[in-house]
């Protein structure tokens, strides 16, 4: 009896590290083809099919919480649902949607502060662009910012 939980056990583990695996080196491996690119450095462009997009983000001011961002998006195409999500780089801290608020037909903004991380002051976070829950899959870069 104990010999065969122990390995109906080792076999549901087995089962979920390779499921789980599978999955984590899809996203890394993902992260990992596309170049960075620094959004604190200056702003990230590309070009597709449907014409220009452009990423800026400005560092406003300190606050209690930690320092405060500005993301500005000018995109030739409107996604529906249109939303950043805030995910750990440099160690996984969850995922943070933030509201892009249109300012005018094709331009962008949200305000927000990078979560604070006890472990050090120069997280590496990423900005995932998404229509909805889908990730755009038009981005030709890893979009970064290290919070200060």
């Given at each position: 009896?104990l010999?065969?939980?122990?390995?109906?056990?080792?076999?549901?583990?087995?089962i979920?590290?390779v499921?789980f695996?599978?999955?984590?080196?899809?996203?890394?491996?993902?992260?990992?083809?596309?170049?960075?690119c620094?959004?604190?450095?200056?702003?990230?462009?590309w070009?597709?099919?449907?014409?220009?997009?452009r990423?800026?983000?400005?560092?406003?001011?300190?606050?209690?919480?930690?320092?405060q961002?500005?993301l500005?998006?000018?995109?030739p195409k409107?996604?529906?649902?249109?939303?950043a999500?805030?995910r750990?780089?440099?160690?996984?801290?969850g995922?943070?949607?933030?509201p892009?608020?249109?300012?005018?037909l094709?331009?962008?903004?949200a305000r927000?502060?990078a979560?604070?991380?006890?472990?050090?002051?120069?997280?590496?976070?990423?900005?995932?662009?998404?229509?909805?829950q889908?990730k755009?899959k038009?981005?030709?870069?890893?979009l970064?910012?290290?919070a200060?």
């Amino acid at each position: 009896m104990l010999r065969t939980i122990v390995m109906v056990s080792l076999v549901a583990v087995t089962i979920a590290l390779v499921v789980f695996g599978l999955r984590y080196r899809e996203v890394a491996g993902n992260a990992a083809e596309q170049p960075q690119c620094d959004l604190l450095e200056g702003a990230c462009e590309w070009t597709t099919s449907e014409g220009d997009w452009r990423v800026t983000l400005i560092a406003t001011e300190p606050s209690a919480q930690g320092m405060q961002y500005r993301l500005l998006l000018t995109v030739p195409k409107s996604p529906d649902r249109f939303l950043a999500v805030l995910r750990g780089r440099s160690m996984y801290m969850g995922e943070y949607p933030v509201p892009l608020v249109r300012e005018e037909l094709h331009e962008y903004q949200a305000r927000f502060t990078a979560p604070f991380c006890t472990t050090g002051a120069e997280m590496v976070w990423r900005i995932d662009l998404q229509d909805g829950q889908e990730k755009l899959k038009n981005v030709p870069w890893t979009l970064v910012f290290k919070a200060h």
